[in-house]
């Protein structure tokens, strides 16, 4: 059987674009903060990092994207040097 949508249900064409929602949702009350004098430049919270917030600075110490930190610790489990943490914005 095929379902046609009416005009009424079809959803809207003007709908938010991903970046767009990104920016609207709600910031998590945390974010990622590392002691940079400690850190070991491993890498290891860079490939962890489900939203790509750490890079490394010239090789030297890890450095966090608030705008995309979302908070959810993962470095801060995963860092070797014990460094990285989840603090409240
Ligand atoms: S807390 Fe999560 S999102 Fe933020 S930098 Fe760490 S791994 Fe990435
Ligand atoms: S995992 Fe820890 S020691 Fe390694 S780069 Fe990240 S903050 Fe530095």
Redesign the pocket.
Request: charged fraction near 30%; include cysteine; glycine fraction near 8%.
């Given at each position: 059987m095929t379902t046609t949508l009416s005009t009424q249900q079809a959803p809207s064409l003007a709908c938010a674009s991903p970046a767009s929602r990104e920016k609207a949702r709600p910031r998590s009350k945390?974010?990622?903060q590392n002691e940079q004098d400690r850190c070991v430049a491993c890498g290891v919270?860079v490939k962890?990092?489900?939203?790509?917030?750490?890079s490394i600075l010239k090789g030297c110490y890890a450095v966090?994207?608030e705008d995309?930190?979302?908070?959810?610790?993962?470095?801060?489990k995963n860092c070797p040097a014990g460094v990285?943490h989840?603090v409240t914005r």
């Open positions: 945390y974010k990622a919270c962890m990092c489900p939203k790509d917030a750490i966090i994207d995309r930190c979302v908070g959810c610790g993962i470095c801060e990285m989840k």
